[in-house]
């Protein structure tokens, strides 16, 4: 079975603080991907990354960066120099590309991550 | 339209109403999810249209959940005889392949039931 685990339900930070959330995740696939979702106070999904099982490279997106390693399924984000503006939730997820499914999202229960001026 | 339209954006519902949750997707995108978000957690699959084709219902909770995209656009959720336990946001998602391109996420439906 397909699952998600984010053992991280919150996180307290200082502004400029690193921070990294951890995502673990199960599956059976040897083709899937991995995303990430911010979703601020106002309720909407917003996409972060996408990482397909085959691209094990770590990406840097600004404050941004992803450590992909499929040796422990992890596939971790971390934030730095945190500002009060990335308090939210953030979801890991999992998808697998069997036709039938369409790609369903497998999602994990959430970090809500809180950072304080 | 430039994101995914869901409609509407609170519904309270007495017990035993039925309600009708709607999503207009990104025009031109095939793949169509709703999910279902319960306080504090994931958002959870409930199903999925490839176009018109209803490919994969398999998270609906109940037989009181019906989901619809007739003419391969615009979809509806319907939930009969609501009760206090279906109280959740209701995310739509639309993706252009449904093959991991991209899914975008409406801001979803807070449905209350009292």
């Known amino acids: 079975a397909q699952k998600v685990t984010q053992a991280q339900t919150e996180i307290s930070v200082v502004e400029k603080e690193d921070v990294t959330l951890d995502c673990v995740y199960e599956?059976?696939?040897?083709?899937?991907?991995l995303f990430w979702y911010k979703q601020p106070p106002s309720g909407e999904l917003v996409f972060l990354i996408r990482r397909n099982s085959f691209d094990e490279q770590n990406e840097i997106s600004g404050r941004y960066s992803w450590n992909f390693q499929k040796s422990t399924s992890s596939f971790n984000f971390t934030i730095t120099a945190s500002q009060v503006v990335d308090s939210a939730v953030y979801f890991c997820?999992?998808?697998?590309?069997?036709?039938?499914?369409?790609?369903?999202?497998?999602f994990g229960q959430g970090t809500e991550l809180s950072v304080k001026p | 339209g430039a994101g995914v339209s869901q409609s509407p954006r609170y519904k309270v519902a007495k017990r035993g109403q039925d309600v009708a949750l709607r999503c207009d997707p990104i025009s031109g995108h095939v793949s169509l999810f709703w999910y279902q978000q319960a306080l504090g957690q994931g958002p959870e699959f409930l199903t999925y249209?490839?176009?018109?084709?209803?490919?994969?219902k398999s998270g609906l909770p109940s037989d009181r959940f019906f989901a619809e995209r007739p003419e391969g656009s615009v979809s509806t959720l319907k939930i009969q005889r609501t009760q206090q336990e279906d109280s959740a946001v209701y995310l739509c998602?639309?993706?252009?392949?449904?093959?991991?391109?991209?899914?975008?996420f409406g801001s979803g439906t807070r449905l209350t039931v009292v």
């Open positions: 249209f490839q176009n018109e084709a209803q490919l994969d």
């Open positions: 997820a999992l998808s697998e590309t069997t036709y039938n499914q369409g790609g369903k999202l497998i």
């Open positions: 998602a639309s993706s252009l392949d449904g093959q991991g391109s991209g899914y975008t």
């Open positions: 599956t059976r696939d040897t083709t899937y991907y």
